[in-house]
């Protein structure tokens, strides 16, 4: 079945590492974006994707970094940079035609000791 | 600001009663679309109304859409334990979400 993966679900990172958090989508969508959840809170966007080689700073794009080589991945790697990196990180795509519906990963939570 | 705002923060409600909540936007829009979120869980689109459309329907679900009032109303008939979760609003392009309305519904 066609759908998102994002993966790991969980990860644990020490204070000063860099973490890479995987989106794999075979929908054929163009459209790729990370978000970020805290708790008790909406979804803020980190990066936007809307074709391959291309990408875009969202709302809160300082600590992290992404890249788009394929149409299918959009990595994203949560720097050192990031001061407060704990979070609840969600993928989604969109395809180019239609009425411009997100579809989404389950997810990965990502915790720094 | 180019996201919907949601409205109450949070609902509770008995099993069986209907939940509403609201949206409101600030800017011009094309479509206007509702998501559901399960605790933990990536979100699910649930219905998409166009802004020429003033209502629309999809099983227990009825979206409204005022645009000369720039707000949206989801009402959930019927509610059930599965019910339970944050829904969101989203207007723009961009695709930008508020904090949602978390409903509870109670058995």
């Known amino acids: 079945d066609g759908g998102i993966t994002q993966s790991p679900k969980y990860l644990f990172r020490k204070e000063g590492q860099n973490v890479t958090l995987s989106c794999e989508q075979n929908?054929?969508?163009?459209?790729m974006y990370w978000y970020r959840q805290d708790p008790g809170q909406g979804l803020r966007l980190i990066y936007y994707?809307?074709?391959?080689?291309?990408?875009q700073k969202g709302d809160i794009a300082e600590g992290y970094s992404v890249s788009r080589e394929k149409k299918e991945s959009f990595p994203l790697t949560v720097t050192s940079a990031q001061k407060n990196p704990t979070a609840f990180y969600l993928c989604?795509?969109?395809?180019?035609?239609?009425?411009?519906?997100?579809?989404f990963g389950e997810g990965s939570r990502l915790t720094v000791l | 600001s180019q996201q919907g705002e949601e409205d109450p923060q949070a609902l509770s409600i008995q099993e069986g009663e209907n939940a509403t909540m609201n949206c409101s936007y600030k800017?011009?829009?094309?479509?206007l679309q509702w998501y559901r979120q399960n605790s933990g869980r990536g979100l699910v689109h649930l219905i998409l109304?166009?802004?020429?459309?003033r209502e629309k329907h999809s099983g227990r679900l009825r979206v409204t859409l005022d645009t000369s009032k720039k707000s949206s109303s989801l009402l959930i008939t019927a509610s059930r334990a599965a019910d339970t979760a944050s829904y969101f609003c989203v207007i723009r392009r961009k695709l930008s979400f508020g904090a949602g309305t978390t409903v509870t519904v109670r058995a």
């Open positions: 109304i166009r802004s020429n459309e």
């Open positions: 929908l054929n969508h163009d459209a």
């Open positions: 800017t011009s829009i094309n479509n």
């Open positions: 989604a795509s969109r395809g180019g035609a239609g009425t411009g519906e997100l579809f």
């Open positions: 994707s809307q074709i391959v080689n291309d990408f």
